[in-house]
C-alpha cells in the first residue's frame, strides 16, 4: 500500500523522554523501554496508541505500571490509553545476530551495531518509528562488549555496562548502539565557543592506523562548518564507527555516526585517491548533518530532500574548498549525468520531494540527494552569496529542534530575500529533466539569445510547466577574448529571449556555465566552436563541458556512420595535453573520454537505439587512435607527473597521478602494456598499484597480476572488494559473465556482504557492454543473484535492481531479455515489498 504526501497527519502524542535498557545476547537480546507520553496539543485529541513494531516478541506492557494486553498485529500494536500523560513500559525480544537485513539491530563480525534510517528502529522496539516524533534518550546496554556506545554524551560506566544521555531531542531513526570489541583512534576539537569535543573513530583491532585521513577531515569538516555556516557542535563527544557489513555509505546518528568501513579506512598502500576523497566527503557530509537533519530534521519522509540535498550542497562546497571548485564541479556534474539524468529519464523518475512511496528506503536516491542538492545551487545563484548566508541564518533560528518542510525551506528564502519562489519550487514536484534549446540572432550590433524549454512526460507526469531557470552566460569575440563577462540570464518561461547590445562582431557564446542548472543543453555546434571553447572559454566547465562534447559527437558518429576520428578532434585533445598551464586534475578530466553507459544514454536521447557492443567498439578504436597520434605527449606526461616522494593524499599530487593514469590507460594501447607490467611491479600505494593492474586487464594480460595482488591482499577485505570489482568491472564483453560467475564461486565471494556482493555483481551491471552482451547472460546471473539476495537482504537488493532502469533504451532483443529478467524477480514468491516496488516500477513506469 502506498504512503502519500497528501495524507500527513500529525502524531497524537508527543513524547517527553525515552529510557532503553538493552541486555544484548545474539540470539535473544532484551529491550526494555520507558516513554513519557502525553497528548499533542497540535493533533487531533485519540485514547488509542498506536505504535510501530515488526519483528518483535513481545515480553511485557505496562501502562503507568498496570500491565496490559495490546492488539499486535504485524506492523505494530495499538492500546487502550487513558486520558493526559502516561508512561509506557515495554520490553521485547530480539535476535541480532539472525538479523540479515542489516536494518535494526544486526551483528557484523561479533559486533553489535545499528542502522535505523529510515524505518529501521521499529525492529528493536515499539515506538512511534515517524521523524516527526522527537524526543531525549537515556540508553542503558548491558554486556560484556568492551566498548559499548550510543548516542549524546557518556554517564556512566561499570563492569558488564554503560550508560548514554543524549540531551538533544531527536527522531528514533537517529538513534544508534554499538558493542564490540573495538579500538579508538582518538583526538579532541575545540568549538569555536570554547567547548571541547573528544573525537573518536572506533574500528576493530588492526585498523587503528587507518585512521588518521578520516580523523583529519572530521576536524576539517568541524571547521568548515563554524566558518562557512556558523555551526557549532553540541557534545562532549562524536564518536564514529566502522562497520564492514553495511547497506550504505554511512549514518549520521546523533554524537555516534555509523559508516560503512570503506569510507574510514584508509592507507597510502591500501585505499586510492579517489577513496581518499570520498572519505573526506562522506566524513563531512555525516557531520554535517548534524545541522542539517539532526537539530533540524525531516517532518516525513518525502521531506527527505530537505536535508539530504542540502548536506550534499554542503559536502560539495566542502570539498570544492579543500580541493578545487572547478574539478569538483566537473566530478559532480559527470556523477549527476550518470546517476541522476539516468535515473530520470527512465521509468524510476520522480520528483525531488516525491508525493507517494510504497518503501521509503527505495527513495534514497540520486534525485533526491543529487538533484536535490542542484536545486539548492540554483537557489544560490538566483538569491546571491549575501542572500543565501541570510536565508541560511535565518533557517537555523526559525527551525532549530523543529521537523521541518519544503515550505518552511522555501519560506526563509522568501523572508530574508523578498523573492516570491512559488515558481521555483515546481523543481521540488516536477519529475524529469529539463532540455533547453537555444537560437542565436545577431544584427546591428544586438545579439540575442532566445531560449526554450521543454521536460518530457515522466510518470504520473505527463505534463509539465515551466520552471526557473538560471542559465549562466558568457560571450566571447572571435579572437578568443571575453567580451559579455559570466552573466545571469533567469528564465522563466516556455520561450524566451536575452539581448546583448553594442557587439560589432558576432560573439560565441558560452551557454550554463558551471553548469548552473540541471538541464539538458540541445545546441547544435560544429566541430569549430567546440575547439573554440575547449581553446578560449575562461569558464572551467565549459571549457571541459566542450571537449566532452567534441569527444561525443566524434563516438556518435563513429557508432553510426563508422565514420573515423577526424584530425580536428585529435588535434584539440593534443592542445589540451600540451597545456601545461591546465590543472593536471582538470587535464585528465578533459582528456577522458565519456563512459559507454553515458554515449547509450546520448544517443538514446538523440533518437538513435544504442549498440553497446558498438559502443564499446567504437571507445576502443577512439582510443587505439589517440595512443597513435598522441603518443609523444602522453609519453612524456607519463614521465613528468610521476610524483616523487611518499604517497600523499591531497588534491596536487593525486591530481598529477590522474594525469599520469589517463595516459597510462591511452599508452597501454601501444605499448603492449610495458609501462603498466612496470608500474604494476614498483608502485607503492593503490591508486598506482590498481591503475596498473586495470591496463593488464584491460589488455588480456592481467592474469598473473590479478593473481599476485590477490596473494598480496588476500587478508585485507576492502582492497580484495577492489579486486573483484576490477574482474568482474573490466572484462571484455564476451566474458563478462562467465567471468563474474567464477568470482562467485570464489572462497572469498561472501555474498552476505553487501560490499562483496555489489562488488562482483554490481560491477558487472556497470560493465556496459558485458551487462548487455546479446546472449542476456550478465542478465539471468544477475537476476539469479537478486533473487538469491531478496529473502536476506531487501534493500541491497531493491537498490541493485536499478541496473535494469535502462531497459526501455534498447533494442527489441534485449529489452526482451530483460523484461524477461525482471518478470522473474517479480513474479518469486515471497519478494520483499522493497524489491516488489522496484521491479514493478521498473516494468510499468
Ligand atoms: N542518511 C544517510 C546519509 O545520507 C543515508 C541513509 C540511507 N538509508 C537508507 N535507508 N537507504 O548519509
Ligand atoms: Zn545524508
New binding site residues.
Given amino acids: 500500500r502506498a504512503v502519500l504526501l497528501s495524507e500527513y497527519a500529525p502524531y497524537p502524542f508527543v513524547i517527553d523522554g525515552v529510557q532503553l535498557t538493552f541486555r544484548l545476547h545474539p540470539t535473544a537480546t532484551r529491550v526494555v523501554s520507558a516513554i513519557r507520553f502525553r497528548p499533542n496539543p497540535a493533533a487531533a485529541p485519540s485514547r488509542q496508541l498506536r505504535l510501530d513494531g515488526e519483528g518483535l516478541t513481545l515480553i511485557r506492557a505496562a501502562i503507568n505500571g498496570q500491565e496490559v494486553t495490546p492488539k499486535v498485529d504485524a506492523s505494530g500494536l495499538v492500546c487502550e490509553v487513558p486520558e493526559g500523560e502516561f508512561l509506557w513500559e515495554a520490553e521485547v525480544e530480539i535476535s541480532p545476530e539472525t538479523n540479515t537485513a542489516l ?1 535494526g539491530l544486526y551483528m557484523s563480525k561479533g559486533m553489535y551495531c545499528t ?1 535505523c ?2 524505518e ?1 528502529f521499529r525492529k528493536i522496539t515499539y515506538y512511534p518509528d515517524r521523524p516527526d516524533v522527537m524526543a531525549t534518550f537515556r540508553v542503558r546496554i548491558e554486556g560484556d562488549k568492551p566498548v559499548m556506545l550510543s548516542n549524546g554524551n557518556p554517564v556512566e560506566f561499570g563492569e558488564g555496562f554503560a550508560e548514554w544521555d543524549d540531551p538533544w531531542p531527536k527522531p528514533a531513526y537517529l538513534f544508534a548502539l554499538v558493542a564490540g570489541d573495538l579500538v579508538a583512534h582518538s583526538d579532541t576539537f575545540t568549538t569555536k565557543s570554547g567547548l571541547p569535543v573528544a573525537l573518536n573513530i572506533y574500528v576493530r583491532p588492526g585498523d587503528e592506523a587507518k585512521c588518521d585521513y578520516a580523523m583529519d577531515a572530521l576536524k576539517r569538516s568541524m571547521k568548515w562548518d563554524e566558518e562557512a555556516y556558523g555551526r557549532e557542535y553540541d557534545l562532549d563527544v562524536f564518536n564514529i564507527v566502522a562497520v564492514d557489513d553495511f ?6 546518528n546523533k554524537g555516534l555516526n555509523i559508516f560503512n568501513s570503506k569510507y574510514v579506512l584508509a592507507s597510502p598502500e591500501t585505499a586510492t585517491d579517489r577513496d581518499y576523497e570520498l572519505i573526506e566527503g ?1 566524513i563531512a ?2 557531520y554535517f ?1 548534524n545541522w542539517t ?1 539532526n537539530r533540524i530534521t525531516c517532518r516525513d519522509w518525502f521531506q527527505l530532500c530537505l ?2 540535498g542540502l ?1 550534499v550542497f554542503r559536502d560539495q562546497e566542502f570539498s570544492g574548498d579543500q580541493r578545487s571548485h572547478a574539478v569538483k564541479r566537473i566530478d559532480d556534474v559527470l556523477m549527476l549525468r550518470a546517476r541522476q539524468f539516468r535515473e530520470d529519464n527512465g521509468p524510476l523518475s520522480h520528483p525531488v520531494r516525491p508525493s507517494s512511496y510504497i518503501e ?2 527505495n527513495f ?1 536516491t540520486a534525485t533526491v ?1 543529487e538533484k536535490g542538492a542542484e536545486v539548492i545551487g540554483m537557489l544560490k545563484r538566483l538569491v546571491g552569496d549575501d542572500g543565501y548566508r541570510k536565508a541560511l541564518d535565518l533557517y537555523f533560528e526559525r527551525h532549530d529542534g523543529d521537523a521541518a518542510t519544503i515550505e518552511d525551506w522555501l519560506k526563509v528564502f522568501e523572508d530574508a530575500t523578498g523573492r516570491d519562489l512559488a515558481q521555483f519550487k515546481r523543481w521540488y514536484e516536477q519529475s524529469g529533466t529539463p532540455r533547453l534549446t537555444v537560437k542565436e540572432d545577431h544584427a546591428d550590433g544586438t545579439y540575442t539569445l532566445t531560449f526554450r524549454q521543454h521536460t518530457p512526460p515522466t510518470p504520473g507526469q505527463p505534463d509539465k510547466a515551466p520552471q526557473v531557470i538560471p542559465i549562466a552566460v558568457g560571450l566571447l569575440n572571435p579572437n578568443g577574448d571575453e567580451v559579455v563577462p559570466n552573466t545571469m540570464l533567469e528564465m522563466t518561461e516556455a520561450e524566451q529571449s536575452f539581448t546583448f547590445e553594442g557587439l560589432s562582431a558576432r560573439p560565441v557564446p558560452s551557454i550554463l556555465r558551471g553548469f548552473s542548472a540541471p538541464v539538458i543543453l540541445n545546441r547544435e555546434m560544429s566541430t569549430e566552436e567546440r575547439a573554440f571553447l575547449l581553446a578560449h572559454d575562461t569558464d572551467p566547465f565549459n571549457k571541459w563541458e566542450a571537449g566532452r562534447a567534441l569527444a561525443k559527437d566524434v563516438l556518435a558518429r563513429m557508432v553510426t556512420e563508422d565514420a573515423a576520428p577526424g584530425p580536428d578532434y585529435l588535434d584539440a585533445l593534443e592542445r589540451v595535453a600540451r597545456d601545461d598551464a591546465l590543472d593536471p586534475a582538470f587535464r585528465a578530466l578533459a582528456l577522458g573520454l565519456p563512459s559507454d553507459d553515458d554515449m547509450a544514454q546520448t544517443l538514446a536521447d538523440g533518437g538513435v537505439t544504442p549498440d553497446p557492443l558498438k559502443i564499446y567498439g567504437a571507445r576502443e578504436a577512439l582510443m587505439q587512435r589517440v595512443a597513435e597520434h598522441l603518443n609523444d605527449v602522453l609519453s612524456r606526461l607519463y614521465d613528468e607527473m610521476d610524483v616523487p616522494g611518499p604517497y600523499t593524499p591531497d588534491a596536487r599530487a593525486a591530481g598529477r597521478r590522474a594525469l599520469r593514469q589517463t595516459a597510462l590507460t591511452v599508452l597501454s594501447r601501444v605499448d603492449g602494456g610495458k609501462r603498466a607490467q612496470r608500474q604494476f611491479e614498483t608502485a607503492d600505494n593503490m591508486t598506482e598499484q590498481l591503475g596498473a593492474l586495470a591496463c593488464l586487464v584491460r589488455l588480456g594480460r592481467g592474469e598473473e597480476a590479478l593473481a599476485s595482488f590477490y596473494r598480496q591482499w588476500r587478508h585485507d577485505h576492502l582492497v580484495i572488494d577492489k579486486w573483484f570489482a576490477l574482474q568482474a568491472g573490466q572484462a571484455a564483453p564476451a566474458d563478462a559473465a562467465a567471468v563474474t560467475k567464477r568470482l562467485t564461486e570464489h572462497p572469498d565471494f561472501d555474498w552476505k556482504n553487501p560490499n562483496r556482493f555489489r562488488s562482483a555483481i554490481g560491477a558487472l551491471g556497470m560493465n556496459h557492454a558485458g551487462f548487455h552482451d546479446p546472449s542476456g547472460a550478465s542478465y539471468e546471473l544477475i537476476a539469479d543473484w537478486l533473487i538469491r539476495l531478496d529473502p536476506l537482504n531487501p ?1 541491497t537488493t531493491a ?1 541493485m535492481t536499478t541496473l535494469f532502469e535502462t531497459w526501455h533504451r534498447y533494442d527489441a532483443d534485449r529489452q526482451a531479455l530483460m523484461r524477461e529478467a525482471l518478470e522473474r524477480i517479480a513474479n518469486t514468491e515471497g519478494l520483499s515489498r522493497d524489491t516488489g516496488e522496484m521491479v514493478g516500477r521498473i516494468l510499468n513506469g
Wanted: aromatic share 8%; charged share 30%; hydrophobic share 25%.
Fill in positions: 536494518e542502522q534510517e529510515a529501521g547497506n550504505m555509505g554511512a549514518m549520521e562522506i557530509h555525516e548533518h537533519g536535508k539530504e548536506t521509503i528506503n534514497y540527494y534493500q537498490r
